[in-house]
């Protein structure tokens, strides 16, 4: 109970002040060109990849983001884990994102940084490809990592994913649902005799006002009970709400 309440008082800490912020942002012209945006969650689970990063308890995420017109973005994003001697990732990411027509593209790079826990420190190289067809869009991936969390050899992930908006006129609210599926294969990455799993997601997102949103979703992989993994990759429910500027 004590965990519970103190990341009820976080998140709401995190909302207030990115909200003051944010109103801030809006009286003052921005002395950077280029825009920033910025996103802090509460989340019943932090699920990558279809795996409890937090032993599937509760997950207080945020980060900021700049992007230019010409394409370049940076970020940074972070949350609570519970694994090994970790108890915080810190992701530093960019890249180069565009579009032609209805056809959108992104690549870049990001590094996993675990504080206390730095054998789990290691690079991803995404590349991202998507396609709107306007009732629905469809998205597909592939990454390298040199060395898969820190600990593996080279890895590889593969994903694939359909968005499709429900067409309900409510005020104020966007509806829509996605599912996505990934495949990731590195040396030793289920357990000794297994390299790769598959992980899969299916979701609700409820878009409301002030820039706020909810995220209910169905997640899992194909190893869960394994030896590496244990429950932390069975099939479970995972809701959040998120707060974007």
């Known amino acids: 109970m004590k965990k519970l309440s103190r990341a009820f008082v976080l998140a709401g800490v995190g909302l207030l002040a990115l909200s003051s912020v944010a109103a801030a942002e809006e009286e003052e012209e921005s002395w950077l060109p280029g825009e920033l945006s910025g996103n802090v969650g509460f989340f019943s689970d932090y699920s990558f990849r ?16 700049w992007s230019h017109d010409i394409g370049v973005y940076l970020g940074l994003w972070a949350s609570n884990v519970d694994f090994g001697d970790a108890y915080i990732e810190q992701d530093v990411y960019g890249g180069y994102a565009g579009s032609v027509g209805a056809f959108s593209y992104d690549m870049g790079a990001v590094f ?56 309900l006129e409510l005020p104020g609210i966007e509806l829509g649902v996605d599912a996505n599926i990934g495949y990731s294969n590195a040396d030793g990455l289920v357990n000794v005799d297994d390299d790769d799993y598959i992980d899969w997601s299916v979701g609700l997102t409820v878009g409301l006002p002030k820039g706020l949103g909810l995220d ?3 997640v899992g992989t194909d190893a869960g009970g394994n030896d590496e993994f244990g429950d932390n990759g069975d099939a479970r429910f995972v809701a959040g709400l998120t707060y974007s500027f």
Request: glycine residues 16%.
């Open 50 to 65: 279809g795996v409890s990063q937090t032993g599937e308890n509760l997950a207080l995420q945020g980060g900021i983001d």
């Open 112 to 167: 996993f940084y675990y504080p206390k826990a730095e054998e789990f420190n290691y690079w991803e190289f995404p590349l991202g490809l998507g396609y709107d067809f306007d009732v629905f869009s469809v998205s597909a991936g592939v990454l390298f990592s040199p060395e898969y969390f820190g600990v593996l050899d080279e890895g590889v992930v593969v994903s694939g994913g359909i968005a499709v908006p429900i067409p």
């Open 216 to 218: 209910l979703r169905g």
